[in-house]
């Protein structure tokens, strides 16, 4: 099988795992949302998102840092180092997450303080998600093994078993009657089972890699931080913009309006998450193809992964943020609060997260990590001046700007770094054709909301209009030849899978 068909399938295997993990995480969050109070859910995704932050400085230098190293081993046929390096690295992550069990265990209440809140089961949730955090350290060092070995089905089930895991407790728990603290106790149950299944898919999937000596080598660990601290930067970076707005949220306005927020932005990840989905295998094929100096597949790849997100991801958020009051209503009911603040600017700017996203992957493949790391550290910053600001003045519609101003200063300064490396092009003229017919498609959609055609009271309606919508601009893109989805799969150039490689580690 060519290494292009190879990438393909596991990216189409990732994209229906991906998006069926994203729907049970968003059933939960339903769940949550109809069996618990604003106040009470706007607390625990407080809560959960501080503690995020916390696990991302935790492993900072190793999360995604590793992967690389997993893959080039792999390359090498060299097991001993991949094992030696993935348990070495425990050293570091353990100790900075016993600090923070101990703190949330025996002192969860000046944690509850600092973040200004008084709410009573602050403490307990604190003490239950540092079970989680244990958790977490040990799924994301079994999610770089077995995404650096290419083991993306194992991969999938590990998360999808978190899911089904997390989304059965919960129901369980609280038809218990375990209140709020039926979160917690959820996600930490699911968090168990995956590094329940990552273990037993280790055990048989990469045997070779189970069987491995380890060693303590303490100067590879040294190494795999010195490169790794500007992956960890950059992605360790996108989680900080998915969790800083909700506790800002919460220290300048209220729970309520973090639970707004909190329906508005998953929600808001319905659209790219397909695109999402199909970049969780990426960096280790970038790696592999750069190390083979495979440049011209390579850079066709990446051209036609932006040219199929932009084409996709543009006009689609139009229509959702069109009818995003229907969409909450229908999945959320009545109380969605002032949710389609945030929303309406996540839908149509989620394009920039989109290319960040996808941008960190590609030059952490390509041995670009500096500049990673140092184009999220400069979105951040720049996320950070304004979102105090902006949600100061906008409440969370504010919030909401900040990020995307944020993630499209990422994407910008990661493409330059890509463009250094490898000539990638983005044809500006096809680019200006689909924003045109996205800028059509939303004073159609509100001429739509004008008519009826979209309406709170016709979600049925509503929603197949939008879908007509949506396709519809599809099709005008292709016809106009903004985008060229027929031949997104077709490649001339292919690559044969290199026999160095086992096809069972």
Same mark, same amino acid.
């Given at each position: 099988?060519?290494?292009? =068909?190879?990438?393909?399938?596991?990216?189409?295997?990732?994209?229906?795992?991906?998006?069926?993990?994203?729907?049970?995480?968003?059933?939960?969050?339903?769940?949550?949302?109809? @069996?618990?109070?604003?106040?009470?859910?706007?607390?625990?995704?407080?809560?959960?998102?501080?503690?995020?932050?916390?696990?991302?400085?935790?492993?900072?230098?190793?999360?995604?840092?590793?992967?690389?190293? &997993?893959?080039?081993?792999?390359? +090498?046929?060299?097991?001993?180092?991949?094992?030696?390096?993935?348990?070495?690295?425990?050293?570091?992550?353990?100790?900075?997450?016993?600090?923070?069990?101990?703190?949330?265990?025996?002192?969860?209440?000046?944690?509850?303080?600092?973040?200004?809140?008084?709410?009573?089961?602050?403490?307990?949730?604190?003490?239950?998600?540092?079970?989680?955090?244990?958790?977490?350290?040990?799924?994301? #060092?079994?999610?770089?093994?077995?995404?650096?070995?290419?083991?993306?089905?194992?991969? @999938?089930?590990?998360?999808?078993?978190?899911?089904?895991?997390?989304?059965?407790?919960?129901?369980?728990?609280?038809?218990?009657?375990?209140?709020?603290?039926? %979160?917690?106790?959820?996600?930490?149950? /699911?968090?168990?089972?995956? &590094?329940?299944?990552?273990?037993?898919?280790?055990?048989?999937?990469?045997?070779?890699?189970?069987?491995?000596?380890?060693?303590?080598?303490?100067?590879?660990?040294? @190494?795999?931080?010195?490169?790794?601290?500007?992956? +960890?930067?950059?992605?360790?970076?996108?989680?900080?913009?998915?969790?800083?707005? %909700?506790?800002?949220?919460?220290?300048?306005?209220?729970?309520?309006? &973090?639970? $707004?927020?909190?329906?508005?932005?998953?929600?808001?990840?319905?659209?790219?998450?397909?695109?999402?989905?199909?970049?969780?295998?990426?960096?280790?094929?970038?790696? %592999?193809?750069?190390? =083979?100096?495979? =440049?011209?597949?390579?850079?066709?790849?990446?051209?036609?992964?932006?040219? $199929?997100?932009?084409?996709?991801?543009?006009?689609?958020?139009?229509?959702? $943020?069109?009818?995003?009051?229907?969409?909450?209503?229908?999945?959320?009911?009545?109380?969605?609060?002032?949710?389609? *603040?945030?929303?309406? &600017?996540?839908?149509?700017?989620?394009?920039?997260?989109?290319?960040?996203?996808? @941008?960190?992957?590609?030059?952490?493949?390509?041995?670009?990590?500096?500049?990673?790391?140092?184009?999220? #550290?400069? /979105?951040?910053?720049?996320?950070?001046?304004?979102?105090?600001?902006?949600?100061?003045?906008?409440?969370?519609?504010? $919030?909401?700007?900040?990020?995307?101003?944020?993630?499209?200063?990422?994407?910008?300064?990661?493409?330059?770094?890509?463009?250094?490396?490898?000539?990638?092009?983005?044809?500006?003229?096809?680019?200006?054709?689909?924003?045109?017919?996205?800028?059509?498609?939303?004073?159609? /959609?509100?001429? +739509?909301?004008?008519?009826?055609?979209?309406?709170?009271?016709?979600?049925?309606?509503?929603? #197949?209009?939008?879908?007509?919508?949506?396709? %519809?601009?599809?099709?005008? +893109? *292709?016809?106009?030849?903004?985008?060229?989805?027929?031949?997104?799969?077709?490649?001339?150039?292919?690559?044969?899978?290199?026999?160095?490689?086992?096809?069972?580690?």
């Amino acid at each position: 099988m060519n290494y292009a =068909r190879q990438f393909a399938r596991h990216a189409a295997m990732t994209v229906a795992t991906t998006l069926l993990t994203g729907v049970l995480f968003y059933v939960l969050r339903i769940v949550l949302y109809k @069996n618990l109070t604003p106040d009470e859910y706007g607390l625990f995704y407080t809560l959960f998102s501080f503690v995020m932050i916390v696990q991302t400085v935790v492993t900072f230098g190793f999360d995604p840092g590793l992967v690389p190293y &997993v893959t080039q081993y792999r390359e +090498s046929n060299d097991y001993d180092a991949a094992k030696s390096l993935i348990l070495g690295a425990f050293a570091p992550q353990g100790v900075a997450t016993g600090v923070v069990v101990c703190v949330f265990l025996i002192a969860p209440e000046l944690v509850a303080g600092a973040l200004r809140i008084e709410a009573e089961a602050a403490p307990a949730l604190l003490r239950i998600l540092a079970a989680h955090a244990v958790c977490v350290l040990l799924f994301k #060092a079994g999610q770089q093994v077995l995404l650096g070995a290419q083991a993306i089905a194992w991969r @999938n089930v590990s998360d999808l078993a978190r899911a089904i895991v997390c989304v059965g407790g919960a129901a369980w728990l609280l038809h218990s009657g375990w209140g709020v603290l039926a %979160t917690a106790i959820a996600y930490t149950l /699911g968090a168990m089972a995956e &590094v329940v299944v990552q273990g037993i898919a280790i055990g048989f999937a990469l045997p070779r890699l189970a069987r491995a000596r380890f060693s303590w080598r303490p100067q590879l660990v040294r @190494n795999a931080f010195d490169s790794g601290k500007w992956l +960890s930067l950059a992605f360790g970076g996108i989680v900080v913009f998915s969790a800083l707005d %909700t506790v800002v949220i919460s220290l300048m306005l209220s729970a309520r309006d &973090v639970a $707004a927020y909190q329906i508005a932005l998953p929600t808001a990840t319905i659209l790219y998450s397909l695109m999402i989905a199909a970049g969780l295998s990426l960096l280790p094929a970038v790696k %592999t193809l750069w190390l =083979r100096g495979e =440049r011209a597949m390579l850079t066709d790849g990446i051209e036609r992964l932006y040219e $199929a997100g932009i084409g996709v991801m543009l006009p689609l958020g139009v229509v959702l $943020a069109c009818g995003s009051d229907v969409l909450m209503t229908a999945l959320f009911g009545d109380s969605i609060l002032n949710a389609r *603040e945030a929303f309406d &600017v996540m839908a149509v700017g989620g394009i920039a997260f989109f290319i960040a996203y996808i @941008n960190l992957h590609i030059l952490a493949g390509i041995d670009q990590g500096r500049a990673a790391g140092t184009s999220v #550290a400069a /979105g951040l910053a720049l996320y950070i001046l304004l979102l105090p600001v902006l949600t100061y003045f906008l409440g969370i519609r504010g $919030a909401a700007l900040a990020g995307i101003a944020g993630y499209g200063a990422a994407a910008t300064l990661s493409l330059y770094g890509i463009q250094r490396c490898l000539h990638v092009r983005l044809f500006s003229g096809r680019i200006a054709g689909v924003a045109v017919v996205s800028a059509v498609l939303g004073l159609a /959609g509100v001429g +739509s909301r004008w008519l009826n055609f979209i309406a709170l009271d016709r979600p049925v309606l509503s929603g #197949a209009f939008g879908l007509a919508l949506g396709f %519809t601009a599809l099709a005008t +893109s *292709e016809f106009m030849g903004f985008t060229n989805f027929r031949h997104f799969l077709h490649s001339p150039v292919t690559l044969e899978a290199s026999t160095n490689i086992p096809r069972n580690l």
